[in-house]
C-alpha cells in the first residue's frame, strides 16, 4: 500500500490516495482509495484483512514512514480489489510478459542472454548483418561470449532497432482466445528496407532466420526505413518508417499480421507527420506519440550539419496521434533545441499520461504531458546538456548527441546517453517536472584527453575524461544504445550508432569494433559504476569486427514492453 505521490489526490480534496494491490494466483489487480484520516505512523504488519470465495486477502503496512488510509476505506478497497482480482482469474489467462511494470521488476528473473543486433560495416561482405546471442549469466561458462550468430546472408542492410511479436500488453488474454507466444524478433533494415523476422522459440540459444519481407513489400504502400517495431493489443506488429520510395522524410506506420503478412498503413486520415522516427502508445488515454529523425537519401550518406536547416527533412517535432481513431491531432515544434528528437518513452505506469523525448543534436530532454481539461499535449525542457566549444576540430562546438534514453520499470530513474560528449546520465524522475542528476559515467566519446581535440569552454567538466578500458581493453566510439535490467540493477552500453555515422565520427571503433559494458546501478540511492569484470568485444567476429547496436532479452525489457490498464 502506497501514499500519492503528491499527497493530495485529483480535484484538490485533503488526504492521501492509496494504491491497494493485490495477488492471486499468480495475477495482479489493484485499486486507489482517498482517505482524510490515518492510521497513524508506524502501523507495520497486517492492518487489514477479508476473506472472499474462501481466501484471505490482507493488507500489510511494511513501512513504518507511511500514513495510511482510514481503515474502513481499507477494508472497503481490500474487498474490491479481491472482486476484481477473482473475476480477473476467472475470465483471463496469462500471455507473455508481466502484468505490470512492478510485476516485472518484482518478479521478472534476472536475465541470461542477450539479442544484439550487429551491423557489418564491410559492405561486400557476403555474410552480411547478424543477430548475436550472447550469454550474460554470470554463472556460465560461457560468460560475456558470444555462443551465437543469426546472419542475414545478404549485403547492406544496415540492421537497426528490434522489437517482439508480442509483449506485455498482450499479457492479459480473454479466456476464449488463443495465448500468443513471445518467440519472433523482428529486425527492420534502414538501408536495404527489408525486415527480418527471426525465430527465437525454438531454440533461445540459437535464433534463425524464420521469414524476410523484402523490400517491395514497403514500397507497395510507399515506405521505406523502417525503425521501431511495436507488437499492437490486437496481435497485430506496427513498424514506424521514416521514408518513401524515393528516400524523402515520411512519418508513417505499416500494420503485419500475427503471420506478418502485410495489413497495410496504419495512419488515417488526411494529416500527415512530415518525419518518423521512434513511437509509443497508451490506449487508456487514446493516444501514441510519435518523434522525428529525417530523410533516409539525406541521414544515409552521413551527417552534414546543413541537412538539418530544412526542417521538412530533417525532425524537430513530436507528433500525437488518437489511438482509437488512428488519426494525428497534434504536432509540437520543439524548435532548435529540439532538433531531432528520437527516442520517445512514456513513463511506463499506464495509469501516467505523460513521458519525455531525447533530442540528439543538441542533447535536451523534453517532458510531455496532456494540459489538464484538454485533449492537447503540452512539453517542457527538463534537461539540458550545454555545448562545449572546441579548438582542432570540424567544428567550434561539440553537441552531446543524445541518441538513447531509457525509464527504469519503476519510473524512478531515466538514462541516457551522449554519443560525442562520451558520457551515461542516470536522472532521478520521483519529481517528473524536475530530473536531478544522481550518476555519470564516461565511456569514451569526442573529447578524451589524448584526442586532438582542446575543450575551451565547458560549463560542466574542469577537464577532460580519459579514456577507458575494460579488461585491458580500450572502449572506442561513445555510448550508444542502453538496455536495463528488469530489477534496475544492471545498464548495459553499446557503442555503435549508424554504420554510415560510425565511419564519420568513430573510424577507429569502426576498425577495432564496437564493444558492450555494463554500468552497475545503486537502485537504492541512485549512482552508477562501471563493472569491470564485463566486456562483450566484437574485434574479433568470424568476418570481420562488428558493430552492436539494440539489445533485447528474450523475456521483454524496459523498451520493447508496454503496458495497458486493464479495465
Avoid at 513 to 534: A, P, S
Wanted: glycine share 8%.
Amino acid at each position: 500500500l502506497q501514499p500519492h505521490p503528491t499527497g493530495t489526490p485529483p480535484g484538490g480534496n485533503a488526504g492521501y490516495l492509496s494504491q491497494i494491490a493485490c495477488r492471486y494466483k499468480g495475477r495482479s489487480s489493484s485499486v486507489f482509495v482517498y482517505g482524510d484520516d490515518f492510521i497513524p505512523l508506524g502501523a507495520v504488519g497486517r492492518i487489514a484483512s477479508t476473506i472472499f470465495n474462501g481466501v484471505q486477502y490482507s493488507v500489510v503496512a511494511v513501512s513504518e514512514g507511511i500514513s495510511l488510509c482510514q481503515l474502513s476505506l481499507v477494508r472497503f478497497a481490500l474487498l474490491i480489489s479481491a472482486i476484481a482480482t477473482e473475476r480477473m482469474s476467472e475470465k483471463c489467462k496469462c500471455g507473455p510478459g508481466y502484468a505490470t511494470p512492478l510485476d516485472a521488476v518484482r518478479n521478472g528473473p534476472r536475465e541470461k542472454l542477450l539479442y544484439v543486433v550487429c551491423v557489418q560495416p564491410n559492405l561486400d561482405e557476403e555474410h552480411g548483418d547478424y543477430l548475436a546471442t550472447v550469454d550474460v549469466d554470470p554463472a556460465s561458462p560461457t560468460f560475456c561470449q558470444i555462443i551465437h550468430r543469426t546472419y542475414t546472408n545478404s549485403k547492406r542492410n544496415e540492421l537497426h532497432h528490434s522489437g517482439w511479436n508480442t509483449c506485455s500488453s498482450c499479457h492479459f488474454v480473454a479466456g476464449d482466445k488463443p495465448v500468443p507466444r513471445r518467440d519472433r524478433l523482428v529486425l527492420p533494415c534502414l538501408n536495404s528496407d527489408r525486415i527480418f523476422v527471426v525465430d527465437t522459440g525454438t531454440d533461445p540459444r540459437a535464433p534463425k532466420v524464420a521469414k524476410v519481407i523484402e523490400t517491395d513489400a514497403l514500397k507497395s504502400v510507399n515506405c521505406t526505413a523502417p525503425h521501431t517495431t511495436h507488437c499492437l493489443p490486437n496481435g497485430n506488429i506496427m513498424v514506424s518508417v521514416m521514408g518513401d520510395a524515393e528516400g524523402n522524410a515520411k512519418g508513417d506506420f505499416i500494420e503485419f499480421d500475427k503471420d506478418f503478412n502485410l495489413v497495410g498503413p496504419w495512419t488515417r486520415g488526411e494529416r500527415k507527420a512530415l518525419c518518423g522516427y521512434d513511437y509509443w502508445y497508451q490506449p487508456h488515454f487514446n493516444v501514441m506519440v510519435a518523434s522525428e529523425w529525417g530523410a533516409p537519401k539525406l541521414f544515409r550518406r552521413g551527417f552534414r550539419p546543413t541537412d538539418c536547416d530544412d526542417r521538412t527533412q530533417y525532425g524537430c517535432r513530436l507528433n500525437f496521434y488518437r489511438w482509437q481513431e488512428r488519426e494525428l491531432f497534434q504536432t509540437i515544434d520543439l524548435g532548435n533545441d529540439g532538433l531531432t528528437p528520437l527516442e520517445v518513452r512514456f513513463l511506463h505506469n499506464p495509469h501516467e499520461n505523460q513521458g519525455y523525448v531525447g533530442c540528439a543534436f543538441y542533447a535536451n530532454v523534453y517532458r510531455f504531458h496532456q494540459r489538464p481539461g484538454s485533449d492537447q499535449y503540452i512539453v517542457e525542457k527538463v534537461i539540458d546538456v550545454p555545448v562545449k566549444k572546441v579548438t582542432n576540430a570540424d567544428e567550434p562546438e561539440i553537441g552531446g548527441m543524445m541518441t538513447d534514453i531509457l525509464l527504469s520499470l519503476d519510473d524512478r530513474f531515466l538514462y541516457f546517453s551522449n554519443w560525442r560528449h562520451g558520457d551515461v546520465r542516470q536522472y532521478d524522475i520521483t519529481d517528473r517536472a524536475h530530473p536531478r542528476l544522481t550518476g555519470q559515467v564516461f565511456l569514451g566519446g569526442a573529447i578524451l584527453n589524448d584526442s586532438p581535440v582542446r575543450v575551451v569552454d565547458d560549463p560542466e567538466l574542469s577537464e577532460q575524461p580519459s579514456p577507458t578500458y575494460v579488461k585491458n581493453r580500450r572502449l572506442y566510439g561513445g555510448p550508444q544504445m542502453l538496455q536495463l535490467s528488469l530489477d534496475g540493477k544492471r545498464l548495459y552500453v553499446s557503442s555503435s550508432l549508424f554504420s554510415p555515422w560510425d565511419k564519420q565520427f568513430y573510424p577507429e571503433m569502426v576498425r577495432a569494433g564496437g564493444t558492450i559494458v555494463q554500468l552497475d546501478i545503486d537502485v537504492e540511492n541512485g549512482g552508477m559504476k562501471l563493472n569491470e569484470n564485463f566486456l562483450v568485444d566484437f574485434a574479433n567476429e568470424p568476418y570481420g569486427p562488428g558493430l552492436p547496436h539494440e539489445m533485447r532479452y528474450p523475456g521483454g525489457d524496459c523498451t520493447s514492453d508496454i503496458w495497458l490498464v486493464n479495465e
